[in-house]
C-alpha cells in the first residue's frame, strides 16, 4: 500500500478486518462504543448481533454517521425541554385567543398578560378594570391571571402584579408540537437501535475488542440509561 494512503487496513483478532484513519480516534470510538450499548436491549445481546466478516468498514465514516443521529437526538431532546417549559407559562392562558393581539394592535391598542397574588388581584380588580380594563383569565394555585389593555404607546406599571411573557401559540399548540417532537424522538432513537445492532462488532473490532457485550441486572441497566439521558441533555 503506498504511504500516502489516507487510510490502512489493520488485521484484528479473529478474522476482523476493518479501515482506520490516521488520525487516532480510540477515544471517540470507545465513547461511541458505550453510548451505542445503551441502545441495545438486553433481548439483541441474547440474541447475537451481526459479526464482522472480511469485508472492508470505515469507521471513520461509521462514526460520522452516529454522531449526526446523536445531534439530531439532542436536538429533538432540548425542543421537548424548551415546549415543556413554554406549557407549563402558558397553561394558565389555556387555549387564549392570541389573535387579539394584532386586532388590539391593528386597533393601536396593547393587549398585556399579568399575574399576581388572588388577594391583590381581589384588592385592585375594580380600579384595574376600569383602567386597564383589566379582565380575569384563570385562578389557580392562589394566583390570578388577567389581561389589560390599553393604548398601545400608554406606558404601564402595575407594581403589584408581574408582567408574563407568552409564546404566540395557546396550549393545545404547544401540545401538538410536543406530541410531535416525542414521536421524531422516538424515530431516531429506533434509528439508533438499528445503528447499534448493525454495526456495534464493526466499532468493536476497530477498537481490538471482542465480546464486550453483557447482559446487565435490570436495576443496573435502568440506572445506566438514567445517567446516559442526563449526560445528553447536559451538553
Same mark, same amino acid.
Given at each position: 500500500m503506498e504511504k500516502n494512503a489516507k487510510a490502512r487496513p489493520i488485521n484484528l483478532k479473529k478474522h476482523y478486518l476493518c479501515v482506520v484513519n490516521p488520525i487516532d480516534m480510540t477515544p471517540h470510538l470507545h465513547e461511541m462504543l458505550h453510548e451505542m450499548r445503551m441502545h441495545l436491549s438486553a433481548d439483541d445481546i441474547r440474541a447475537g448481533l451481526p459479526e464482522v466478516g472480511g469485508s472492508l468498514a470505515d469507521v471513520s465514516l461509521l462514526y460520522a454517521e452516529w454522531t449526526s443521529l446523536c445531534d439530531t437526538e439532542q436536538r429533538q431532546m432540548e425542543r421537548i425541554a424548551e415546549l415543556d417549559g413554554d406549557i407549563a407559562r402558558m397553561e394558565p392562558w389555556g387555549d387564549y385567543p392570541m389573535a387579539r393581539i394584532d386586532q388590539f394592535s391593528q386597533q393601536g391598542r396593547s393587549l398585556r398578560f399579568w399575574r399576581c397574588t388572588q388577594t391583590q388581584y381581589e384588592g385592585h380588580w375594580p380600579q384595574w378594570s376600569e383602567s386597564f380594563g383589566a379582565d380575569l383569565? @384563570?385562578?389557580?394555585?392562589?394566583?390570578?391571571?388577567? =389581561? =389589560?389593555?390599553?393604548? &398601545?404607546?400608554? *406606558?404601564? #406599571? &402595575?407594581?403589584?402584579?408581574? *408582567?408574563?411573557? &407568552?409564546? *404566540? @401559540?395557546?396550549? #393545545? =399548540?404547544?401540545?401538538?408540537? +410536543? =406530541?410531535?417532537?416525542?414521536? #421524531?424522538?422516538?424515530?431516531? +432513537?429506533? +434509528?439508533?437501535g438499528d445503528f447499534s445492532l448493525q454495526h456495534y462488532r464493526e466499532v468493536e473490532a476497530a477498537l481490538g475488542l471482542t465480546d464486550t457485550l453483557r447482559i446487565p441486572s435490570r436495576r443496573h441497566r435502568l440506572m445506566r440509561t438514567l445517567r446516559y439521558f442526563i449526560s445528553k441533555i447536559k451538553r
Amino acid at each position: 500500500m503506498e504511504k500516502n494512503a489516507k487510510a490502512r487496513p489493520i488485521n484484528l483478532k479473529k478474522h476482523y478486518l476493518c479501515v482506520v484513519n490516521p488520525i487516532d480516534m480510540t477515544p471517540h470510538l470507545h465513547e461511541m462504543l458505550h453510548e451505542m450499548r445503551m441502545h441495545l436491549s438486553a433481548d439483541d445481546i441474547r440474541a447475537g448481533l451481526p459479526e464482522v466478516g472480511g469485508s472492508l468498514a470505515d469507521v471513520s465514516l461509521l462514526y460520522a454517521e452516529w454522531t449526526s443521529l446523536c445531534d439530531t437526538e439532542q436536538r429533538q431532546m432540548e425542543r421537548i425541554a424548551e415546549l415543556d417549559g413554554d406549557i407549563a407559562r402558558m397553561e394558565p392562558w389555556g387555549d387564549y385567543p392570541m389573535a387579539r393581539i394584532d386586532q388590539f394592535s391593528q386597533q393601536g391598542r396593547s393587549l398585556r398578560f399579568w399575574r399576581c397574588t388572588q388577594t391583590q388581584y381581589e384588592g385592585h380588580w375594580p380600579q384595574w378594570s376600569e383602567s386597564f380594563g383589566a379582565d380575569l383569565v @384563570s385562578q389557580r394555585d392562589g394566583f390570578c391571571y388577567f =389581561t =389589560t389593555v390599553t393604548p &398601545i404607546d400608554a *406606558p404601564l #406599571s &402595575i407594581p403589584e402584579a408581574h *408582567p408574563i411573557d &407568552i409564546t *404566540p @401559540s395557546p396550549v #393545545s =399548540t404547544l401540545i401538538m408540537l +410536543q =406530541t410531535r417532537a416525542k414521536d #421524531s424522538l422516538r424515530q431516531v +432513537q429506533l +434509528q439508533m437501535g438499528d445503528f447499534s445492532l448493525q454495526h456495534y462488532r464493526e466499532v468493536e473490532a476497530a477498537l481490538g475488542l471482542t465480546d464486550t457485550l453483557r447482559i446487565p441486572s435490570r436495576r443496573h441497566r435502568l440506572m445506566r440509561t438514567l445517567r446516559y439521558f442526563i449526560s445528553k441533555i447536559k451538553r
